[in-house]
């Protein structure tokens, strides 16, 4: 009789941000969710449309700013984090992102990028101090939330091939890259190869059962893919300009492909 | 005695995007309206926390919209611009935007993107309809805005080199790439390379007159300096599947570069 292999309890982050619950999107991180659950792990939900999450930074977020008082949002943020003063719904995520073995960011794209909901839940949880800044290890190596995996799982309108290597869109890893790169790596943490359904505009409702296969085969991975494979800061190759070094990269390699370690490159 | 040449008159949006009305970003917005009005041309100016814009598209926005009532919004967006049912701040932003010959968007750079407050502008702003969609030209072509100018002006906390050509961070153009090609090019405006001002955490105050030295000199171009020379979808480069055809770019040319024209790159 042969045993299975224990499955490691992990505890996962999903963050959505649709506004219409039966949505593509909602429906996608409902089964994430349940997906996950099954599999023995924890899993909490932020659901920023039905939070309301607030997505604009402004004075507000600091609650120990003098009034007329000149707003520095960085040094705001970074001594609210650090004197506890930061609101109760920045702590509350700040609570779950710090609880998390992984994130996973939900959300339809729109103009190339995540809703304006969702940015305002990056700019507002991911403050100096918390996810970056002098009191944490530096960006690009294991960072302020290193030893996290993270996913971003995205509805988009557009057909596959205007993403993939010579689509007019760009390659989808490029126009990630602020998410990808700047984000989750910046932090620390380790992105997988993001996980998209193209031609969400039409797409039939039939092919729902093969959208989540492949999403429940992505989240079988979650913990065991290979990360993009994104060079550190403190690995060696880059010069103390924060530039990349000559003869770091194979030949005729240009663009975001330079921070990918040698022959890392995980085209579409 | 020589005459000088008559100056063309033309008409700008200023949109800025800091919550504090002493920041670097203010003094930059109101520093190019002065300065573009003294060239004699036509601002306005939509400064979005001055404005309270709302960030978060939701069912608010679509007044029509039943209660209980699915949202896509995609296709609500589309009806709801073609009968005229958007609301007024939106229509507001709209025909400022129609208003235009040229956008500056105004902004300090977080997390590799603009902050939420004008995501959610482009986001509530840029319509199905208005921006694109299928009443008005294809994308990347003379679009729906066509015959525009674009200019992003950000503020970045970090140091040039490190988004330089091997930077880290990725080359500014490719990190910004969701904005000038997704936003602008796609909607048919013409981006010009980017101003940008770095190391904005600890700029010295001595070094604001160069800064607006700097600004004033690309504000001076907006109008006859070329435009970041992107491929157009319906010049011949591109197949059916928006896939780059075999042969359009130099040999050895790969990532974002690919949609420039040959010779195009204007790299940091």
Same mark, same amino acid.
């Given at each position: 009789?042969?045993?299975?292999?224990?499955?490691?309890?992990?505890?996962?982050?999903?963050?959505?941000?649709?506004?219409?619950?039966?949505?593509?999107?909602?429906?996608?991180?409902?089964?994430?969710?349940?997906?996950?659950?099954?599999?023995?792990?924890?899993?909490?939900?932020?659901?920023?449309?039905?939070?309301?999450?607030?997505?604009?930074?402004?004075?507000?977020?600091?609650?120990?700013?003098?009034?007329?008082?000149?707003?520095?949002?960085?040094?705001?943020?970074?001594?609210?984090?650090?004197?506890?003063?930061?609101?109760?719904?920045?702590?509350?995520?700040?609570?779950?992102?710090?609880?998390?073995?992984?994130?996973?960011?939900?959300?339809?794209?729109?103009?190339?990028?995540?809703?304006?909901?969702?940015?305002?839940?990056?700019?507002?949880?991911?403050?100096?101090?918390f996810a970056y800044g002098?009191?944490v290890p530096?960006?690009?190596?294991?960072g302020a939330l290193g030893?996290?995996?993270?996913?971003?799982?995205?509805?988009?309108?557009?057909?596959?091939?205007?993403?993939?290597?010579?689509?007019?869109?760009?390659?989808?890893?490029?126009?990630?890259?602020?998410?990808?790169? $700047?984000?989750?790596?910046?932090t620390g &943490?380790?992105? /997988?190869?993001?996980? @998209?359904?193209? %031609? #969400?505009?039409? !797409?039939?409702?039939?092919?729902?059962?093969?959208?989540?296969?492949?999403?429940?085969?992505?989240?079988?991975?979650?913990?065991?893919?290979?990360?993009?494979?994104?060079?550190?800061?403190? $690995?060696?190759?880059?010069?103390?300009? &924060?530039?990349? /070094?000559?003869?770091? @990269?194979?030949? %005729? #390699?240009?663009? !975001?492909?330079?921070?990918?370690?040698?022959?890392?490159?995980?085209?579409?």
């Amino acid at each position: 009789m042969t045993e299975s292999v224990p499955q490691q309890r992990k505890k996962i982050l999903v963050v959505s941000a649709h506004p219409e619950p039966r949505s593509l999107n909602a429906a996608l991180a409902d089964f994430a969710v349940a997906h996950l659950r099954s599999a023995g792990h924890e899993v909490r939900v932020s659901d920023l449309y039905a939070m309301k999450w607030k997505a604009t930074v402004d004075a507000d977020d600091f609650p120990g700013h003098a009034p007329g008082g000149r707003l520095d949002v960085l040094a705001g943020q970074e001594r609210a984090t650090r004197e506890g003063r930061l609101t109760a719904d920045v702590l509350a995520e700040q609570e779950k992102v710090r609880w998390s073995d992984a994130v996973i960011l939900q959300f339809p794209m729109w103009w190339f990028s995540v809703p304006a909901i969702l940015k305002g839940w990056i700019d507002r949880v991911f403050t100096n101090g918390f996810a970056y800044g002098p009191s944490v290890p530096p960006p690009y190596t294991e960072g302020a939330l290193g030893g996290r995996r993270a996913l971003l799982s995205a509805t988009i309108g557009a057909r596959r091939s205007a993403f993939s290597d010579r689509g007019i869109h760009g390659d989808i890893a490029d126009v990630l890259h602020p998410l990808q790169h $700047g984000l989750f790596w910046f932090t620390g &943490m380790a992105p /997988l190869a993001p996980f @998209a359904v193209y %031609g #969400t505009v039409a !797409l039939p409702e039939r092919e729902f059962a093969a959208v989540t296969g492949a999403y429940g085969h992505r989240l079988d991975g979650l913990f065991t893919d290979d990360p993009v494979p994104y060079r550190t800061l403190d $690995g060696g190759d880059y010069d103390h300009h &924060m530039r990349l /070094l000559p003869g770091a @990269a194979a030949p %005729g #390699t240009t663009g !975001l492909d330079l921070h990918l370690r040698p022959r890392g490159r995980q085209r579409t």
